[in-house]
């Protein structure tokens, strides 16, 4: 269990993070990513597992035991830091009023 | 089939009716007369290469299990149990000798055939043959250069009649070098717009890329060729309402990755060898296969389908594809313009989602309804070009193509059925 101090600090970042985005402030929001990031985001396709009683398999080779998603599959977004820069240099907003939406998920 | 469609496109004007965008009774008469009897992309031979591979996928809003069986004959049927009716497959795709119904337990072949129910004997007393009730196979299967296509209309025309001309485009596409194409993964999502909008966008709409797509194209992730005022582009429509933007023969709209565009000087000249004389005159980017089969080569490879989902709605497959005879770097970089061109987040399908969203829910409202949309520019201004199989506009932005993919469109919609539309069909059969 992490302190409360790491908790806050955890909670600010997020606070910080929200606030660059509803200002549209995305050159100082990309700063806070380390020059290592992989932003990816993972695609799920719907597969029947091994295991599933709907299917009679023919060839076991042609079945992985991961049913959602394979390693080679597209991610839905998948960059580098050099790339979003790249990308967010160019942003010309177009469209008035466009919201953001903020979630946070644990693992 | 009683909606009244006569009126509603007027090609030779360029006047197109909203109408045709949002109201329920003619999407359900599209649904019978364009989506039940034109061919229909499946899938390509490479997303099914070993017995019992198969995958999930809809002809209009019919659901369909495109299966190789054992033997390794392909198959396509309608995903829909015979019993009550149940979705059979759930999956989007996979391998399997057979497929068992969630409800029941009926079993089915990976050839479509009935193989077991249970307790058939005492519960049927004897009457049930299963011979019977083998799954319902589409009407025509067949492939092109290993474009798997299907119809259900019987009296449809042969898949390379249909086709026609746009054959030699889409080998601009699969069949750039030995060994063809492949693709190598998909993108599955749903826009809340008509079907019809990236479909006539992928198939003539040259004239958006240099303003609606000025960011994606300043960023550097594509080099929005068609946007390019020195380029000798046009549109082509190679009949039947197919529809492709080419650029000139020395025009680059590659993926602007160094690794891609190395590799396209390579190949240059094999594949403008392969692709013959023509190849020398057009260079086709970006087209559609009437109805909704639309294929890219510009900052993206990408084929995808425009699934009808109601008149407010299209469910995209998307396919990144390339090909198989390049080397695995320039395999991966293609895979990554796919995801940032064109995709779910893509700089450039993003912007176009946005405006074909717009355009279809502004058909709500009743004035809104009765504007009809101006598809008139370079009226006039297009020719039939012998060289090239195709009617082509005589510069480089024009909406020729839009009102031959709606003529086509009115044609379909206003035929009994194949027989009549080529009594009707004018165009086409004065050039072939």
């Known amino acids: 269990m992490p302190d409360q101090d790491t908790i806050r600090g955890v909670e600010q970042f997020l606070y910080q993070e929200a606030r660059l985005l509803d200002a549209r402030r995305f050159h100082d929001w990309l700063r806070l990513f380390t020059d290592d990031v992989h932003y990816r985001m993972a695609a799920r396709t719907n597969r029947y597992p091994r295991s599933s009683k709907a299917i009679v398999i023919l060839d076991a080779e042609r079945c992985t035991e991961e049913d959602q998603e394979r390693a080679d599959e597209l991610g839905l977004f998948d960059e580098d830091i050099a790339t979003s820069m790249r990308e967010s240099r160019a942003l010309i907003p177009a469209w008035p009023g466009r919201k953001t939406r903020h979630r946070v998920h644990g693992t | ?432």
């Open chain 2, 1 to 432: 089939m009683t909606t009244e469609t006569a009126g509603l496109v007027d090609a030779e004007h360029g006047m197109i009716s909203r109408r045709i965008f949002i109201e329920p009774e003619i999407y359900q008469a599209e649904l019978q007369r364009i989506f039940a009897r034109c061919w229909l992309f499946l899938c390509h031979d490479s997303q099914i290469p070993r017995p019992g591979d198969f995958l999930t996928t809809y002809m209009g809003e019919d659901p369909v299990l495109v299966v190789r069986d054992t033997a390794g004959t392909v198959g396509a049927f309608l995903n829909v149990c015979r019993h009550r009716g149940n979705r059979l497959c759930r999956a989007e795709d996979g391998n399997a000798a057979s497929f068992i119904c969630a409800y029941h337990g009926w079993t089915f072949g990976n050839d479509g055939r009935l193989t077991a129910v249970p307790n058939r004997r005492e519960a049927y007393h004897g009457a049930l043959d299963l011979g019977d009730w083998g799954l319902i196979p589409v009407a025509q299967l067949e492939s092109y250069k290993g474009l798997w296509f299907a119809t259900f209309d019987p009296q449809a025309p042969p898949l390379r009649e249909y086709l026609g001309e746009m054959a030699w485009y889409i080998d601009t596409f699969v069949d750039r070098r030995e060994g063809g194409i492949e693709i190598v993964a998909s993108h599955k999502w749903v826009m809340p717009c008509n079907w019809k909008f990236p479909a006539e966008n992928f198939g003539g709409d040259a004239y958006h890329v240099q303003w609606n797509h000025l960011s994606a194209v300043k960023s550097g992730f594509s080099r929005g060729v068609t946007a390019n005022a020195s380029s000798t582009q046009r549109m082509a429509s190679p009949g039947n309402g197919h529809a492709l933007i080419c650029v000139g023969p020395d025009d680059v709209g590659d993926p602007p990755m160094p690794v891609i565009e190395a590799y396209e000087r390579d190949i240059a000249t094999e594949v403008r060898q392969r692709l013959g004389p023509r190849a020398g005159l057009i260079n086709p980017i970006v087209g559609t296969v009437f109805p909704n089969f639309s294929l890219l080569r510009g900052t993206s490879r990408t084929f995808r389908v425009w699934q009808p989902r109601g008149p407010e709605k299209t469910e995209v497959r998307s396919f990144v594809f390339m090909d198989k005879a390049a080397p695995p770097e320039v395999k991966r970089a293609i895979r990554q313009a796919g995801i940032r061109g064109f995709s779910p987040s893509g700089s450039f399908e993003q912007d176009d989602m946005d405006n074909w969203q717009e355009c279809t829910q502004t058909c709500r409202g009743v004035m809104s309804r009765r504007m009809p949309l101006n598809t008139r520019m370079g009226l006039g201004h297009d020719r039939f070009e012998p060289a090239l199989g195709a009617w082509v506009s005589d510069y480089r932005f024009s909406e020729s193509n839009h009102r031959q993919f709606y003529r086509r469109w009115s044609e379909l919609m206003e035929a009994a059925d194949w027989g009549a539309l080529a009594r009707t069909t004018t165009r086409e059969a004065k050039y072939a």
